[in-house]
């Protein structure tokens, strides 16, 4: 490689432009070219092939910085108009703030302070990242550390789950702090969010469903989601590379996704892993899990569409992935990966995680229909959305409903005799009323009734935090009292390799 164009910040000077390009020299590089991030993003997107000059947001949001930008576009020009960020802001502090929840109710159960040990603060970082990736694709995470440190008692594991809403509660400062930025640019700028024709999204941290929720809300704008936004501005590079070398031509003009591609889910519930609109070729990950104990194989059936149910849209193919070990719901970690290729060709695979064994079809052609078909199955999304809405609320209420029904069993199981027979049985009765519940086609009285059950097993868990911290501190006391009989000893903690759990 000889030749490259580099990308920086919209806000970058001129020296510091000078010294980017030096640096690259520096390095054995022939510079051809620098441009602003935002600019790659937007060649990225294809906004340089439309007709109508435009003025967009560019929304970047990285691992340790945030910046904003307004563009406008016209006559094969792009001019960066206002642009405002913050430099001590990005994916980084979101890892922080799951990672503070996580100490603070380790503490609480424990009495351990994590974040003085070293090599515990490190997994708790490793952890924080992947629950923060996976609530991206769920609605709760499992967060399971083994041997995370030890106690007088011997080694201590750190077992939570978490949700997405208690993630977003806990980030919700975050995403607000970004806001203050997009609101100076857009002021700086001179003019209104009804001047911004779109909203690009780059960087990882933009997947966070609170950040797209949220710059939705502050601009009115559905933001562009049909580019990696971790690739985004590195794939704009290479378009402009490939520009300035003439080898860019129409031929090679980015076609899409004419319509969501996805999955069936639990309760017949349409999962969308590649959104419409989607330039190709593009691939997307996202790892399900089963549905009931001991399931030793699961059905996958491809579809395509925009409705939110699985019945309302197109079969693409079905396959499935048979010998699975048998094992409690929600154990097995099931990766399900769609590939686009630049010809349209859909290759979807199974895999199980535990085992490594797959399975996988390929769709030859991923629509098979005309774009009369496709304006029509648009259009029905769009004129169903109220209805499709409610059915997918009632579906996901179902869902998570079972789920606290299951995770009520399994709490009564691990606690055991740590609970009084009256405990249990309120436990039991809120959970009997709640799966009766489920049998009729009362929402209201589902809803009620799971919150019923919730503020059981929450009531069920206070009471087993308050048992283990009056038996840390009588330990404690018993330690003290007896200190001219204890010898101090040497011992090493060993750190098993944990396996990732979900």
Not at 202 to 207: A, H
Not at 410 to 437: C, R
Not at 486 to 499: F, I, K, L, N, P
């Amino acid at each position: 490689m000889e030749k490259a164009v580099i990308t920086v910040p919209a806000y970058f000077n001129d020296a510091q432009r000078q010294a980017t390009k030096d640096a690259g020299k520096i390095a054995g590089l022939e510079v051809e070219r620098i441009i602003n991030e935002p600019t790659a993003a937007a060649l990225a997107y294809g906004i340089d092939k439309e007709d109508e000059d435009q003025t967009i947001l560019v929304y970047d949001l990285g691992g340790g910085t945030f910046d904003v930008s307004i563009l406008d576009i016209g006559d094969g020009t792009f001019e960066v108009v206002a642009t405002a960020g913050q430099n001590d802001l990005g994916g980084d502090d979101f890892d922080n703030v799951i990672i503070d929840h996580m100490v603070a109710e380790f503490k609480k159960e424990n009495g351990l302070d994590l974040s003085k040990d070293k090599m515990a603060v490190q997994r708790l970082k490793d952890a924080a990242e992947k629950a923060k990736k996976d609530l991206s694709g769920v609605t709760q995470t499992q967060i399971s550390l083994p041997f995370i440190t030890a106690g007088d008692a011997g080694p201590l594991h750190l077992e939570m789950t978490l949700s997405r809403a208690k993630f977003e509660e806990l980030s919700s400062d975050l995403v607000e702090r970004t806001m203050i930025p997009t609101r100076k640019a857009i002021k700086d700028s001179g003019l209104s969010m009804n001047d911004i024709q779109k909203v690009l999204l780059v960087g990882g941290s933009t997947r966070i469903p609170a950040v797209q929720e949220a710059i939705k809300k502050e601009t009115g704008k559905e933001p562009s989601k049909g580019v990696n936004p971790d690739e985004v501005v590195a794939l704009g590079a290479a378009i402009q590379g490939g520009v300035l070398q003439g080898d860019v031509k129409d031929v090679l003009l980015l076609d899409v996704t004419p319509l969501s591609l996805g999955i069936e889910t639990m309760g017949g519930v349409f999962t969308k892993l590649i959104e419409r609109n989607t330039t190709i070729p593009t691939s997307h990950s996202q790892v399900f899990s089963t549905a009931a104990d001991n399931q030793t194989a699961v059905d996958i059936h491809v579809m395509q569409g925009e409705r939110e149910m699985a019945a309302d849209n197109k079969t693409l193919g079905r396959f499935q992935l048979a010998d699975i070990p048998p094992a409690p719901r929600g154990i097995p970690q099931i990766e399900v990966s769609f590939d686009i290729d630049a010809n349209g060709i859909v290759n979807v695979r199974a895999k199980d995680k535990g085992t490594n064994k797959e399975q996988s079809i390929t769709i030859k052609s991923s629509s098979g229909l005309s774009d009369d078909e496709v304006d029509r199955m648009v259009k029905e999304a769009e004129e169903n959305a109220e209805e499709d809405k409610k059915r997918r609320e009632e579906v996901d209420l179902r869902n998570e409903a079972d789920q606290m029904i299951f995770t009520t069993e399994k709490t009564l199981k691990d606690l055991g005799d740590k609970v009084t027979d009256e405990e249990k049985q309120k436990a039991e009765s809120a959970k009997d009323e709640l799966k009766t519940a489920l049998e009729g086609d009362d929402l209201d009285e589902i809803k009620a009734k799971k919150e019923a059950l919730e503020e059981q097993v929450q009531q069920l868990s206070v009471k087993l935090y308050e048992q283990m911290q009056q038996e840390n501190q009588g330990a404690e006391e018993s330690a003290e009292n007896s200190d001219e009989d204890v010898v101090d000893a040497d011992y090493q903690e060993v750190d098993d390799e944990e396996s990732d759990k979900k």
